[in-house]
T-cell receptor, first 113, second 112 residues
Framework: DGGITQSPKYLFRKEGQNVTLSCEQNLNHDAMYWYRQDPGQGLRLIYYSQIVNDFQKGDIAEGYSVSREKKESFPLTVTSAQKNPTAFYLC????????????FGPGTRLTVL | SQKIEQNSEALNIQEGKTATLTCNYT??????LQWYRQDPGRGPVFLLL?????KEKRKERLKVTFDTTLKQSLFHITASQPADSATYLCVHGSGNTGKLIFGQGTTLQVKP
């Protein structure tokens, strides 16, 4: 059953702590993306990767880091440098190139206490 | 900068009517637009893609139009059902990187 998974679904973090969100896909997609969604706003791109061992900053990369050591995995670390990390985080994947639909995971809701 | 705008006010319609959602873009000419559906607390799901050289695209009860003169795309759901209630996102793709620019979405509520 092909798809994209994210874990955990809900995550609570204390201020000053780093936290890593998991994203895995078995669709054999080359490209993967991380988005942040805040209430009443559209999705904003944090980081994206088109191939293994390569990734680029999106529009709001500050305070976040990623790695792409395997094709199927693209974890996102929210560092203590991110000033307002409470949000809904979405991971997506797609085949490389334009005109392709993105497949989204179920999301992780991060709350900083 | 490139910007996509959707009506932020929720759209409330009666079951059986046609819902029409609007997407306007400024400062650029997208090669294509995509429409996604998002249910509360879930990831978006792809619905349709329309290219700049296509005037209209249909899929079952869905229809999308693309007017490059007006810089606008319209998304229609005919014979709407309560199950169509969701937020609909208009999205533009940027170049060959697969990067997408999202509108803020319009929430549709279909009342029985």
């Amino acid at each position: 059953d092909g798809g994209i998974t994210q874990s955990p679904k809900y995550l609570f973090r204390k201020e000053g702590q780093n936290v890593t969100l998991s994203c895995e896909q078995n669709l054999n997609h080359d490209a993967m993306y991380w988005y942040r969604q805040d209430p009443g706003q559209g999705l904003r791109l944090i980081y994206y990767s088109q191939i293994v061992n390569d990734f680029q900053k999106g529009d709001i990369a500050e305070g976040y880091s990623v790695s792409r050591e395997k094709k199927e995995s693209f974890p996102l670390t929210v560092t203590s440098a991110q000033k307002n990390p409470t949000a809904f985080y979405l991971c997506a994947s797609t085949r490389r190139g334009a005109y392709n639909e993105q497949f989204f995971g179920p999301g992780t809701r991060l709350t900083v206490l | 900068s490139q910007k996509i705008e959707q009506n932020s006010e929720a759209l409330n319609i009666q079951e059986g009517k046609t819902a029409t959602l609007t997407c306007n873009y400024t400062n650029y000419s997208p090669a294509y637009l995509q429409w996604y559906r998002q249910d509360p607390g879930r990831g978006p799901v792809f619905l349709l893609l329309i290219r700049e050289n296509e005037k209209e695209k249909r899929k079952e009860r869905l229809k999308v139009t693309f007017d490059t003169t007006l810089k606008q795309s319209l998304f229609h759901i005919t014979a709407s059902q309560p199950a169509d209630s969701a937020t609909y996102l208009c999205v533009h793709g940027s170049g060959n990187t697969g990067k997408l620019i999202f509108g803020q979405g319009t929430t549709l509520q279909v009342k029985p």
